[in-house]
């Protein structure tokens, strides 16, 4: 029985289920590089650079164990340009008898997988990816007869379920489940953050930047300076280096943004953790192992581990559990085109300019620019839920839509009509204001709602619970914000939503 074994862009650990069991006498690994998916939305050249350069190693890894690899470089002369098609292929060629692959993280690929059967006459078998820390059986048995799906308490389950900061009494450490009070910071003056690692270009990964160079320099984003880890020792320097140098501060400023600065206390691991270089368990044990050593505070390790086996494992639940239909909603009927400056044009709000640089220089901008930044100004403006989406998609290093569609149409847009947020994530400048040093080099001024100079977060953000106030009125948690709408006198009610409009129509001419 000649197995055709497939690994997959997001599929780069050692531990994938399609490897176990494997015969060296008898089977072959196929990795391929397929212009369909480096094109299927304009990825950043960072994040194609990254993940060709991390397949190729990961392959040359497995050669050097005696595994045979079939790998399929972009460049190719005979690469069919599409996933299937290289299946196909490589099917045929090695005259395999069965195909092993590990399901896929995007329902796209599973659809495409559940017709190679078919397609290859020959069996195929789709096993389970044990990476992930909650099988979908596992979710939907905590989602079933659930009408409101809270992260928090399918976050204790998972606390229990690996008995991550657990006293022995099966208490929380500490007695608390979640630290946030502690946490969420603003920034200190003058604040900077930690130096990063720069990993050292190989030569597989300078050819790979020859390649991406010459195929998507036409996408947005810068692909040099290229300083990614694409090993899995590498990965494993980067997390060492988070836990030892700055996870102790990570609650502290998870929520502060400061310009010029992309990563501050971040961990930068998401791109690593999403392609299989680290395993989310062995991530979430090394931080605990840092409380548990007195190296780490309590409220930091809490608050980082909560991101990945609660956050994490949650979003990915959600998408399969909602997925195909999740993907049609737009609860909020959001339509307008997304603006230019999504992909760098100018525009005078210093906060969206400087959350755009840090994505077109890294491919990475951290959680709160994402949200509460371009997702924000996505929400309040009623920007396409799809042309949003497909912008977070394409321009992350993290990117997959497993991850990006919960977070996207559901956290940030509430366009999935509140299974993942229970209230919309917006916010006026006053926020952006009290996190950030962004507003000090701005030439809108927080302070002010109308006007030349007002800035226009503020008139869009009324604007926005106005327009879908029948959804929102009754939200409990709203209480207080639209009784302040309703002391507004009509005369101030109706500046603020023609500024609104000015906004938005200055957003359509391009000069906001
Ligand atoms: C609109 C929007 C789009 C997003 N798109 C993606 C995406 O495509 N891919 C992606 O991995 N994350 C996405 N996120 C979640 C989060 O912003 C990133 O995981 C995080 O910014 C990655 O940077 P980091 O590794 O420094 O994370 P840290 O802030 O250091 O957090 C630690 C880890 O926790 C996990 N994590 C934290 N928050 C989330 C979350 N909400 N969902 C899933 N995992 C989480 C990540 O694995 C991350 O590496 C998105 C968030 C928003 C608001
Ligand atoms: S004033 Fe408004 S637009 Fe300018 S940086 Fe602050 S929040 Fe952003």
């Not at 690996?162 to 208490?171: F, H």
Request: hydrophobic content about 40%.
């Amino acid at each position: 029985m000649t197995a055709l074994r497939i690994i997959l862009a997001d599929q780069l650990s050692e531990s994938m289920p399609s490897l176990q069991g494997l015969d060296t006498a008898q089977d072959t690994v196929m990795l391929c590089e397929v212009m369909e998916e480096a094109r299927y939305v304009p990825h950043h050249p960072k994040k194609i650079a990254f993940l060709f350069s991390a397949m190729r190693h990961f392959a040359a890894g497995l050669e050097a164990s005696g595994v045979r690899v079939r790998y399929i470089k972009l460049d190719d002369a005979s690469n069919t340009g599409s996933f299937t098609g290289e299946v196909q292929r490589a099917a045929k060629e090695l005259k395999s008898s069965r195909l092993i692959v590990t399901e896929p993280s995007e329902y796209r690929v599973l659809d495409m997988m559940n017709g190679w059967q078919k397609n290859l006459g020959i069996p195929v078998e789709i096993l389970s990816d044990t990476r992930f820390l909650a099988t979908h059986a596992e979710f939907d048995a905590w989602a079933q007869g659930k009408k409101q799906l809270r992260m928090e308490f399918f976050y204790r389950e998972m606390r229990r379920k690996y008995a991550i900061l657990m006293q022995p009494d099966g208490k929380p450490s500490g007695g608390e489940w979640n630290y946030d009070k502690e946490n969420r910071k603003p920034p200190k003056v003058g604040m900077t953050s930690p130096p990063r690692l720069s990993h050292k270009k190989s030569a597989i990964t300078k050819d790979v930047l020859a390649l991406v160079k010459d195929n998507f320099s036409h996408h947005f984003g810068t692909l040099e300076p290229f300083y990614y880890a694409v090993t899995r020792k590498q990965a494993l320097m980067e997390l060492d280096h988070f836990v030892t140098h700055i996870l102790p501060h990570f609650g502290d400023y998870q929520d502060a943004m400061v310009a010029g600065e992309p990563y501050l206390y971040h961990s930068l691991l998401s791109s690593y953790l999403n392609a299989g270089l680290l395993l989310p368990l062995e991530v979430c044990q090394k931080a605990e192992a840092a409380y548990r050593a007195s190296k780490a505070p309590l409220n930091a390790v809490e608050g980082f581990i909560r991101q990945i086996l609660g956050w994490r494992e949650y979003i990915r639940g959600i998408y399969w559990h909602f997925m195909p239909e999740y993907g049609q909603r737009n609860t909020l009927n959001a339509t307008h085109p997304l603006p230019d400056f999504y992909w760098g044009a100018n525009t005078h709000m210093f906060c969206v300019a400087e959350s755009v640089r840090h994505t077109r220089d890294h491919a990475y901008s951290h959680h709160i620019q994402r949200l509460m930044i371009t997702g924000n100004f996505a929400l309040l403006a009623g920007l396409d839920v799809k042309a949003v989406q497909a912008w977070y998609l394409a321009v992350y290093s993290d990117a997959y839509e497993w991850v990006e569609m919960p977070n996207t149409l559901g956290m940030a847009l509430f366009g999935d009509g509140g299974v993942v947020a229970s209230k919309p994530y917006a916010a006026s400048g006053k926020y952006i204001h009290r996190m950030s040093n962004y507003c000090e080099k701005c030439t809108f001024n927080p302070d002010e709602m109308t006007g030349e100079t007002a800035c226009p977060f503020n008139a869009l953000y009324w604007d926005f619970l106005v327009r879908h106030e029948e959804k929102f009125r009754r939200n409990q948690r709203m209480p207080y914000v639209f009784s302040t709408w309703d002391k507004f006198t009509p005369e101030k009610q109706k500046a603020i939503r023609a500024q609104a409009a000015l906004s938005l129509q200055k957003m359509a001419e391009g000069i906001l």
